[in-house]
């Protein structure tokens, strides 16, 4: 009994990924970004977060990469990597991500 516990513990910690495309230094990726820290628990034990800045040039890679030109934007991933949902650029409830992160 304990050990298909053991097993099903693994396996619910394969995640999907958020992608989370920001300029530090804008108004509404950062209200995105309270947002998301206020909710960490609820979105992160889903997903796990990755902060992608405007300001970091090792990430422009990726801005390029998933086509992203408008911000904030936030891409949801499969555990395998492919794309499961692309949020149109802005601020995006709770609710609205907390909603796709469940058909994952």
């Known amino acids: 009994?304990?050990?298909g516990k053991v097993t099903q513990e693994v396996s619910q910690e394969k995640k999907?990924?958020?992608?989370f495309f920001m300029n530090p230094h804008g108004r509404p990726s950062q209200m995105q970004d309270e947002l998301l820290e206020k909710n960490k628990n609820h979105i992160g034990d889903k997903t796990t977060i990755k902060y992608i800045?405007?300001?970091?040039?090792?990430d422009r890679q990726s801005f390029y990469q998933y086509g992203v030109r408008g911000l904030p934007m936030m891409i949801l991933l499969n555990e395998d990597g492919s794309v499961a949902k692309r949020f149109a650029p802005g601020i995006?409830?709770?609710?609205?991500?907390?909603?796709?992160?469940?058909?994952?």
Do not use: C, F, M, Y
């Open 53 to 58: 800045k405007t300001s970091v040039p090792a």
């Open 16 to 19: 999907g990924k958020l992608l």
């Open 1 to 3: 009994e304990d050990a």
């Open 92 to 104: 995006r409830t709770v609710d609205e991500i907390s909603n796709e992160i469940k058909k994952l």
